[in-house]
């Protein structure tokens, strides 16, 4: 699947953590992974991209969490390959529209989880100066979705 050298990574290879004498993740892991979020549907499918849009807010100042990309990131596009491989199979939709839509769908709620969650530098914009501002905190954030 992914090769005879991604197969070989042994302990003296750095682990997922990048921590010496850990084992890397089983390629098949991933594929297992990857399959799963493919064959996600409905509210779960739109859960799956709200929650990885979500946690790639981490990502970001002030988390620094840089690696989540590398799992939300093809998250996404494993939801999106899913949704596009489901309507090339259905025999009664065919229109590229169609597929589109649903495509975008998915780029859309993981496109919300990410600006929802973002919005914390918004809360923290507020405590600069909280014994003034920090009571239009909640407003400001509420109404920015």
């Known amino acids: ?13 750095l682990g997922a953590a990048g921590l010496p004498g850990r084992d890397m993740p089983e ?5 297992a992974l990857a399959e799963r ?10 859960l799956a991209a709200f929650a990885a ?11 620094f969490q840089w690696p989540l990309h590398w799992i939300t990131q093809p998250a996404l596009v494993w939801l999106i390959d899913g949704t596009l491989r489901r309507h090339a199979e259905s025999h ?12 975008a769908e998915a780029g859309w709620w993981w ?5 929802l969650a973002g919005l914390h530098w918004i809360g923290e914009a507020f405590l600069v100066e909280a014994e003034t501002f920090a009571v239009f905190m909640p407003l400001a954030v509420m109404l920015m979705p």
């Open 37 to 46: 979020l493919r064959s996600l549907v409905g509210w779960r499918a739109r």
């Open 27 to 31: 390629p098949s892991s991933l594929a």
């Open 92 to 103: 009664a939709d065919r229109r590229p529209a169609r597929r589109l839509a649903a495509a």
């Open 111 to 115: 496109g919300f989880g990410y600006f």
């Open 1 to 13: 699947m992914l090769g005879y050298a991604a197969s070989r990574l042994t302990q003296s290879t």
């Open 53 to 63: 849009g979500a946690f790639s807010v981490l990502a970001m100042a002030p988390f």
